[in-house]
């Protein structure tokens, strides 16, 4: 009798270990590691995580958001597959970070084996590689829909007269489904505040749930959980900014030497201007900057004859956001 009242409290107790680690996501990933607060020049910000509900079918979870910004200007397609999960090689100059998570259905239940998952960031210095696949790859969650990516902490860089925080980029493929893009950032970065995407907290680009915490291992690298939610099957990208709003279509020649023609489609009216930035993120144009109806255009840039040979990015503002991107090479 004792031996069967022994199993009982013993069934009862597993039971509720995994109720409790179904309620709290995060603490069921994280390793049992010294925590330390993150103090690498970042203040406190709160985030919000997704929270698994109970093993209700009728519970569903909130779908892991779209990014603001969407893929942005720095994409390099066919990156290489990861070897070991590595992104950063053991020699890249950067704080160490391991980033793991589960992605799941919308059922809260259900996972994802076998999810593309593609990431590409800046390194410690805000620079991309945009000649090769440096800090770019592609790995597959598991059969149990856990992945795990090894990196670096991201730079900043400037964008336009403020810096980016702290992010990764993701371009997430399950079986079967649609791509989703979005970008991970990290809890405490001073400049999520002034961040145009970062800073949103609902709504279609809410990115609260893609702002993570971070702690330090006992190996000194620092780790961070995010887990993903996706409609398997039948995941869509939403509504991209440049398709609702307005598309660069062209900018010829490119590469370019004395003259851009950009060929562009307002979709609404609105305040329109086309900037190009340096890899640094100065402003090197700003052009045709004016309040326009739905129409297809054409601007002429006329670079001055001093700017340097390499790669600009040419930008699509409307009203004072920044929808749709094209990479320039300038060469003599």
Not at 10 to 25: A, Q, T, V
Not at 149 to 166: C, D, F, M, Q, V
Not at 169 to 179: D, I, K
């Amino acid at each position: 009798m004792k031996t069967v009242f022994s199993l009982v409290i013993g069934c009862i107790k597993f039971i509720l270990f995994k109720f409790e680690r179904m309620k709290h996501p995060r603490r069921s990933f994280l390793r049992n590691s010294a925590i330390a607060a993150f103090s690498l020049g970042f203040a406190p910000l709160s985030g919000k995580t997704n929270a698994l509900g109970d093993s209700n079918a009728s519970e569903t979870c909130d779908e892991t958001t779209l990014d603001l910004y969407g893929q942005g200007p720095f994409y390099t397609a066919n990156a290489p597959v990861l070897v070991n999960n590595q992104l950063a090689s053991a020699n890249e100059p950067g704080t160490r970070l391991i980033l793991s998570g589960i992605a799941r259905s919308l059922d809260c239940i259900n996972t994802i084996p076998d999810m593309l998952i593609d990431a590409w960031h800046a390194n410690d210095a805000g620079t991309y590689d945009n000649t090769g696949f440096n800090l770019r790859g592609k790995t597959y969650t598991n059969e149990a829909g856990f992945y795990q990516i090894e990196t670096i902490l991201p730079g900043k860089y400037l964008n336009g007269a403020s810096y980016r925080p702290r992010h990764i980029h993701f371009r997430l493929t399950p079986p079967g489904g649609s791509m989703r893009i979005t970008q991970l950032y990290f809890e405490g970065d001073t400049d999520i505040p002034g961040d145009a995407a970062a800073s949103v907290n609902s709504g279609t680009y809410d990115a609260t749930a893609r702002t993570i915490p971070l702690v330090l291992n006992s190996e000194g690298k620092y780790e961070g959980t995010w887990d993903i939610f996706l409609n398997n099957g039948a995941v869509s990208n939403g509504h991209d900014l440049h398709l609702e709003t307005g598309m660069l279509y062209s900018a010829s020649p490119n590469p370019f030497g004395t003259r851009v023609d950009f060929h562009y489609g307002v979709f609404r009216r609105a305040r329109v201007a086309i900037q190009v930035f340096n890899m640094q993120g100065s402003l090197v144009a700003d052009l045709e900057e004016a309040q326009l109806k739905p129409e297809k255009y054409h601007a002429v840039w006329i670079p001055d004859s001093k700017l340097p040979q390499g790669i600009y990015i040419a930008v699509l503002k409307v009203n004072d956001l920044q929808v749709h991107y094209l990479k320039l090479i300038k060469r003599d």
